[in-house]
């Protein structure tokens, strides 16, 4: 059977890619590739669908189709910052406030804390870009008796720094679950990723230094752009 002719341009780009291609590198425009293909921008554009599912490019507004550098490996341990890993790795990262407020938690949320479902807690919605791509985005629920006057204070950025410099507070690991999910609609807005793309859901419940709950952040990642990796000390074998 004839393939669609998007589905041929798909992969012939691919191959392209591949071959001719480094990471960081941005496509030609889809105006070019309609005129080099003789095809409309539509099927260009359903072309390029098909690599930005695949994990091959992603779209930046304003700049175009560029290839993806690579999939980040982030280490998870106890005491691990996404912001340092990041550093790290020598990424420059963004982290961007969507919103905050005292909400009321799903029922398993609230179990955690300890609390009636009835009663609110602080939620912090952000997403976490890298390279002016989105890689994560990441809702934070947290005690707010823990954390006052917090609605006033954070903008954006990392929240642990904002813990540890106005709360004293640094936060551990005490419990990590990680899941894979297809992407809802809310992440292929954040994310700008395809409908059901995968996603790695990492739960975590972080403690202070007595062992108490503070903090349970649930991070949103795109698979095509992050990988987990989990050391175990040999003291802990």
Not at 33 to 59: C, K, Q, S, Y
Not at 68 to 91: C, E, F, I, M, P
Not at 183 to 205: F, G, K, Y
Request: charged residues 25%.
């Amino acid at each position: 059977m004839t393939l669609p002719r998007y589905r041929e341009l798909a992969e012939v780009l691919v191959r392209e890619v591949r071959a001719d291609y480094a990471p960081g590198d941005l496509l030609p425009t889809e105006a070019q590739l309609a005129e080099r293909f003789a095809v409309n921008r539509h099927t260009v554009r359903r072309a390029l669908d098909e690599l930005v599912a695949a994990g091959m490019v992603t779209r930046h507004q304003g700049r175009g189709t560029q290839v993806v550098d690579r999939r980040l490996d982030y280490a998870v341990s106890a005491g691990s910052k996404v912001t340092q890993n990041l550093a790290g790795l020598g990424l420059p990262s963004t982290t961007c406030c969507l919103e905050q407020g005292l909400v009321t938690p799903p029922e398993a949320i609230a179990q955690r804390f300890g609390r009636p479902a009835s009663e609110p807690l602080l939620r912090v919605d952000t997403v976490r870009t890298v390279d002016d791509a989105p890689l994560m985005r990441l809702r934070h629920w947290f005690d707010p008796a823990r954390v006052p006057g917090w609605l006033a204070r954070y903008r954006g950025g990392s929240t642990r720094a904002l813990l540890t410099q106005h709360y004293g507070l640094q936060l551990h690991r005490r419990r990590v679950r990680i899941d894979a999910v297809g992407a809802d609609r809310d992440d292929t807005r954040w994310l700008q990723c395809p409908l059901n793309a995968p996603l790695l859901v990492m739960t975590s419940d972080n403690t202070d230094a007595d062992g108490v709950l503070v903090e349970v952040s649930v991070g949103r990642a795109r698979a095509d752009r992050l990988s987990y990796h989990i050391d175990f000390d040999e003291d802990d074998t």
